[in-house]
């Protein structure tokens, strides 16, 4: 057990300080950190997601607490606080308002949260999925590149369809389309032009609306969307619509060689399991697809699936944070049954304290993973540190081209 401690920190004093790329974030513009404190950075967290509420009273901000303590998102954003703002006690409903002071003074600097992405966290580069405003950079290009969501896409047949976003890809771009070969084309368009402007993958998170169940149609099938009233257009004909569009856009990937992420497990959980995109992995070989989260909680789908296709990428971020144990579960299996070349790791947070946290969770589990790892001697700790860089910056270096946007 000593051994397998010795290793865990000294792979975590390898990992201090080292330079990352981060393969997804939805980090928040600079107007959304004014007026920044403790309370707002909860409810830009995912300790939100727990549905516990509390207001300004300390009877419920100590229910609060008791209530997401032991949480995994709140353990590590918790920690990220208490490591930035170098504050030893942890939070509790009497020093509430020195927690929430601290950040507030922090962030009277403009440029704070991008401090802490550079300075904490050092991040040399960020995917950003900005999905208020698809492809945008938050004016900081050379800190993000961008994975352009495509979500849109699947409700342009006709211009009064929403999004989860109440995005509309005809209104948002200014076009009037009525059939579907002229639609796809208009989608190359954008997607060629978000490309040059700096999008370094598509980013497609439908499993938040239906279920990743992409069936082949026919063109005639899918059309039949633009030739109908739009109250008179069926589930049916939408998702035999979003089907066909699903196949053109991972042939748009394939054709600027840019990676298609995928958002899998969780969202809506119904068909959201990775093996409900077998068939479209296996039709497009020449398609990268990266499989966020992997799948929680179905993740031996994407073990399976990463064994069988090399079109396939893990990345595990998000998990860290939604199960630590569960993140080192699977870690163990990623490294056994893939190559160590393909596994990456992105924050998927909204602001730099996360953003912190999630990668102290991340440094967490590779330790952990690796050093009991080196403890069977499964690997070496040269093997051990190479897979640290490779997870945490060559792999994604080179996943998504990123050679030539580090300067």
Not at 12 to 28: A, R
Not at 179 to 205: C, H, P, T, W
Not at 339 to 356: F, H, L, P, Q, V
Not at 392 to 401: G, V
Request: hydrophobic letters at 35%.
């Amino acid at each position: 057990m000593s051994n397998v401690k010795n290793y865990f920190n000294e792979l975590l004093e390898y990992m201090e300080g080292k330079t990352i790329i981060n393969t997804h974030s939805h980090h928040m513009e600079d107007k959304s950190f004014t007026d920044f404190n403790l309370d707002v950075l909860l409810k830009n967290s995912y300790v939100d997601w727990c549905g516990v509420s509390f207001d300004k009273t300390k009877v419920s901000r100590q229910n609060y607490l008791n209530q997401v303590r032991y949480n995994s998102y709140f353990v590590w954003l918790q920690n990220a606080l208490q490591k930035i703002y170098k504050i030893k006690q942890p939070l509790t409903a009497d020093n509430w308002n020195y927690f929430s002071e601290k950040i507030r003074d922090a962030h009277k600097d403009k440029n704070n949260h991008i401090r802490l992405l550079k300075q904490n966290c050092h991040y040399e580069k960020i995917i950003l999925d900005a999905y208020w405003n698809p492809g945008d950079d938050n004016g900081y290009p050379k800190l993000f590149a961008t994975a352009y969501r495509v979500n849109i896409f699947y409700f342009g047949y006709n211009r009064t369809a929403k999004d989860l976003q109440g995005l509309n890809p005809q209104e948002l771009y200014g076009e009037k389309i009525d059939d579907l070969a002229s639609y796809v084309e208009f989608m190359r368009k954008i997607i060629n032009q978000k490309v040059k402007e700096g999008s370094v993958a598509l980013k497609s998170a439908v499993a938040y609306f239906r279920g990743l169940d992409f069936n082949e149609t026919t063109r005639d099938k899918a059309e039949r969307v633009f030739l109908q009233d739009s109250n008179k257009v069926t589930e049916e004909d939408i998702k035999a619509f979003q089907d066909y569009i699903s196949h053109e856009l991972f042939k748009i990937a394939a054709e600027l060689d840019i990676p298609f992420q995928i958002h899998t497990g969780l969202g809506l959980l119904k068909k959201s399991n990775a093996m409900q995109l077998q068939e479209i992995i296996e039709k497009n070989p020449s398609t990268k697809f990266v499989l966020f989260h992997c799948g929680y909680p179905w993740m031996d789908d994407v073990a399976g699936l990463f064994h069988v296709y090399p079109n396939v990428y893990p990345d595990i971020c998000w998990l860290p944070l939604i199960s630590t144990s569960a993140c080192e579960r699977f870690l163990h299996e990623l490294i056994e049954v893939g190559t160590a070349s393909k596994i990456c790791w992105g924050g998927d947070t909204w602001t730099g304290e996360e953003s912190y946290g999630a990668l102290l969770a991340v440094r967490y589990v590779l330790a952990k993973v690796l050093s009991q790892k080196i403890k069977d001697a499964y690997l070496s700790v040269g093997d051990a540190r190479l897979i640290v860089d490779n997870i945490l910056y060559n792999n994604p270096r080179q996943l998504y081209n990123l050679e030539t946007n580090l300067k």
